[in-house]
């Protein structure tokens, strides 16, 4: 860094727009390595993306079953009347052959004995015999029954060999759940990209620091952002902390980039005489691929990448150090990056529209505001209630946001009023 009164006025870097920022991110993540491992198929893929086609190994169900709990019938036999010659409950099947004018007490998920044809519903007959021990003799159908009535015909869900779980789904209850049922013992997933958190600034202490000296503040952001990585499925490692000073933000960074796929940095992106991180990316050989965006908060956001001595790219997000600005451009820029690298099928936040509950007046970037949604019945949109001073310092500013409107810069009008409707980005 030269000396103050030498250094730039301005910055040498254009705020590009967000779109361009947006594109360029998309790009990275394209030419980042997705790697891929076989896993056991145990609470451990949850979260995780499938790398691969996975297809059933059986019919589903294998055999005719019922839907209902009565009695298997032959449709059609020409008699009403139904002798009950044994019964098929889930988990014991009858196994004997169903003639004209009889029938087999059948539970739902029983296997429909040979030669039946339909199962009738308890509720649709009359029991018109049974023994002085009360045992069913005979029963009478209330209604005719056709051919097909609540059975489950083999492979009507699903046949052998159909993709159960598509490449690139993410690893949910459900995924876990039709794995099961195949009985598939292993799957290919993702990787998910190592991720590490640094904060930098000579003015940051422990967060378990009680007595923090005046000048001094406790380091949020890392936890902050390692928080947030969880939130979205991603594990990040603690970088810790580093001072401002150059050859030991070098010293951090060049050590961390061997082992991470994702470095993202706080603080010391700016103007100010100790923002050295952009100076050091470049030192240690990575390309700054943008070094300011036009959005509030996050105006200094730098995304840099490089191989850094070995085959894959890594990128360094190295993103301001003000708590709301670290915390949006986290969600906007390293979220769907990771997400990328994980192979996630959708990997930005979803879009929805929203009504405002109040004015929001507009400044000179486009902003992301931080807001929380209350629904009412009668509304047709979600109401969005802004919380609080936006200002990027604000860390109560974050505090129980769900949404993020896009609100645009002041151009011809000065602010947005109560009731008009905005899009917003719904949040984790
Ligand atoms: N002359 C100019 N000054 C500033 C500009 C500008 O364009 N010209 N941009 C402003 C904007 S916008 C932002 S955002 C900030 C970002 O600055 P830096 O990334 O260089 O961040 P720092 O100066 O290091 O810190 C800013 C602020 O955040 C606090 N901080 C830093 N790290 C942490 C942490 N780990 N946990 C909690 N809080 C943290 C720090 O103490 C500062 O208060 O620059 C404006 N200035
Ligand atoms: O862009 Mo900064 O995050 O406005 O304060």
Known sequence: MPPPALRDRQSK??????????EIMKNIGKQMAKNTESLAVSQEILGKIAANFVKSTENMPRTRVSTKDGYAIIANDGSSTKTVIGVSLAGAIYDGVL?????VRISTGGVVPESSTAVVMVEHTICTK?????????????EHISTGTNIREPGSETRQGDVIVRSGT????????ILKAFGIK??????????TVVSTGNELVSPDCEDVPIGMIRDSN?????????????HAIDGERVSDDFESIKEKLSKILKTSDIVVTTGGVSMGEKDNIKEVLIDIGMQIQFG????KPGLPCTVATGRFGTDSLKTVLALPGNPASAWVCSHLFAVPL?????GYAKTHHTRITVRLAHDIKLGDRPEYVRAFLEELEEEDFPIAHVTGNQISSNIGSLVGANVLLIVPMKEDKESIRKNELVKALLLR
């Open 99 to 103: 003639q004209p004018g009889q029938c």
């Open 222 to 234: 890392g936890p902050q952002l390692l928080a947030l990585f969880t939130e979205y499925g991603f």
């Open 130 to 142: 049974k023994t002085d021990d009360e045992e069913e003799l005979e029963i009478q159908l209330k």
């Open 170 to 177: 993410k690893i949910g209850s459900a995924e876990f759940g």
């Open 292 to 295: 300011r965006v036009m959005m």
């Open 338 to 342: 990771a997400r990328t690298i994980a």
């Open 186 to 195: 292993n799957i290919f997933v993702f990787k998910k990209p190592v991720i």
């Open 13 to 22: 870097y254009l705020a590009i727009p967000m779109k361009e920022a947006e």
